[in-house]
T-cell receptor, first 113, second 115 residues
Framework: AQSVSQHNHHVILSEAASLELGCNYS??????LFWYVQYPGQHLQLLLK??????LVKGIKGFEAEFIKSKFSFNLRKPSVQWSDTAEYFC???????????FGQGTTLQVKP | EAQVTQNPRYLITVTGKKLTVTCSQN?????MSWYRQDPGLGLRQIYY???????DKGDVPEGYKVSRKEKRNFPLILESPSPNQTSLYFC??????????????FGPGTRLTVT
């Protein structure tokens, strides 16, 4: 069955540390890839997305993600996190094969000031 | 302002008492869906709608109903709620899937507790 896996369920970092959150999917075919962020008490909002072209995608607030097709991965990165990045992060994958958008389990990021 | 609204935001109810959570979007999106969010499970799709009068089951449809009589509205109906439906519910809309613009716009969420 198609699935999206986020390896880290809970990440704790100090401010200025670098961040990398893993996301792997098991789909074939053409995929559209997303990272959403949910700040405490708020709804999900789009962080960045990849449809085609340059596999290194830049999003809002200094986040970026790299699509590695051979590894079925779309990892999220930020060189230096801030306390305000404390949130839950969701990877999502749309597959043309299935016509469905599937979300990963989410990763809770806690940044200590 | 482009937005998805949901009501109510918080709801505590008892087992078996029918309830409806409303969802409305003002972006003229064709595609709308309902998700539930549970700890450790992420977002799971309950139902989706490709357009007016076109609805289909998502991954966890049991115990839920939806309708799409108008393009802007997509209510979620729990005919006989049970405690295992206690969750955080999100409505979302988008231009896709089916087009190139697949970004989902989410509502603020409805926290439902069934006792």
């Amino acid at each position: 069955a198609q699935s999206v896996s986020q390896h880290n369920h809970h990440v704790i970092l100090s401010e200025a540390a670098s961040l990398e959150l893993g996301c792997n999917y098991s789909y074939g075919g053409t995929v559209n890839l997303f990272w959403y962020v949910q700040y405490p008490g708020q709804h999900l909002q789009l962080l960045l997305k990849y449809f085609s072209g340059d596999p290194l995608v830049k999003g809002i607030k200094g986040f970026e993600a790299e699509f590695i097709k051979s590894k079925f991965s779309f990892n999220l990165r930020k060189p230096s996190v801030q306390w305000s990045d404390t949130a839950e992060y969701f990877c999502a994958v749309y597959s043309s094969n299935t016509g469905k958008l599937i979300f990963g389990q989410g990763t809770t990021l806690q940044v200590k000031p | 302002e482009a937005q998805v609204t949901q009501n109510p935001r918080y709801l505590i109810t008892v087992t078996g008492k029918k309830l409806t959570v409303t969802c409305s979007q003002n972006m003229n999106h064709e595609y709308m869906s309902w998700y539930r969010q549970d700890p450790g499970l992420g977002l799971r799709q309950i139902y989706y709608s490709m357009n007016v009068e076109v609805t289909d089951k998502g991954d966890v449809p049991e115990g839920y109903k939806v309708s799409r009589k108008e393009k802007r509205n997509f209510p979620l109906i729990l005919e006989s709620p049970s405690p295992n439906q206690t969750s955080l519910y999100f409505c979302a809309s988008s231009l896709g899937p089916g087009t190139g613009a697949y970004e989902q716009y989410f509502g603020p969420g409805t926290r439902l507790t069934v006792t």
